[in-house]
């Protein structure tokens, strides 16, 4: 397990993720507030209502329960995450009316085809040992006419973005081209590609046709 894994597998990180980690260190990476990223999250999956999201690799929960507060009815969010210190903090800290955790490895979700009409990944899929099965995975359980929204690294061509190439290739977190995500959407029939690159991070959201 490398250094990154290693990490997200810490007590002592679950701890601060949501208070101090995630907001420093996605602001260094991208200059955007953790706010800013939920409010978009829940404007680019269009969400409302009796929705079914899942939020993969949701660490504490972090956006998994602000994401159940724009549903309403029968509507839920499920987060699911392969760390139990992290799963252990969403409980105590992201519980709620609509919100339910699960452990589980993002490469073999288990879900039937089509159970969600929202599926996203925010932070992870760098993480990710197979991060294409993963993805792919993601567009399986999503349902004809759903919403999908990633987050992830980016290759940039600056200092800052050879800087983070090299930290990433020490410590284990994978940076993606530009094209990877926006032609595996294509190629798995996916419509409406947003692609945005903010620093070093890319945010992807598309649609299944219906
Ligand atoms: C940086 S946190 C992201 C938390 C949250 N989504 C966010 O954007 O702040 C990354 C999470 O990915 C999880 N993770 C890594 N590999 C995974 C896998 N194969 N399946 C499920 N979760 C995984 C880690 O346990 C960790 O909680």
Redesign the pocket.
């Known amino acids: 397990m490398n250094i990154a894994?290693r990490t997200?597998?810490a007590p002592a990180l679950?701890a601060v993720?949501?208070r101090a980690?995630?907001p420093a260190l996605?602001y260094l990476a991208s200059g955007r507030t953790?706010a800013a990223?939920r409010r978009d999250a829940v404007r680019t999956l269009r969400l409302g209502g009796a929705q079914r999201v899942l939020?993969?690799?949701?660490?504490?929960g972090?956006?998994t329960r602000y994401l159940s507060n724009s549903l309403s009815g029968d509507g839920y969010a499920v987060g699911?995450?392969?760390?139990a210190p992290?799963l252990a903090r969403a409980v105590a800290d992201n519980a709620g009316p609509r919100v339910g955790y699960l452990r589980?490895?993002?490469?073999h979700l288990p879900f039937a085809d089509g159970s969600f009409d929202a599926v996203c990944?925010?932070?992870?899929l760098y993480?990710?040992?197979d991060p294409i099965a993963?993805t792919r995975e993601m567009i399986r359980v999503l349902a004809p006419g759903g919403r999908i929204a990633i987050?992830t690294s980016h290759r940039a061509d600056t200092p800052f973005g050879y800087a983070s190439r090299v930290v990433g290739g020490w410590s284990g977190l994978r940076v993606f081209d530009n094209d990877t995500f926006p032609r595996l959407f294509a190629e798995a029939g996916l419509v409406d590609i947003d692609q945005q690159v903010h620093r070093v991070l890319q945010y992807l959201s598309a649609t299944r046709p219906a």
Do not use: K
């Open positions: 894994r997200m597998n679950a993720y949501e980690w995630r996605f953790t990223d939020d993969i690799a949701c660490g504490p972090n956006f699911l995450d392969y760390s992290m589980g490895d993002a490469r990944c925010f932070g992870a993480l990710i040992p993963a987050t």
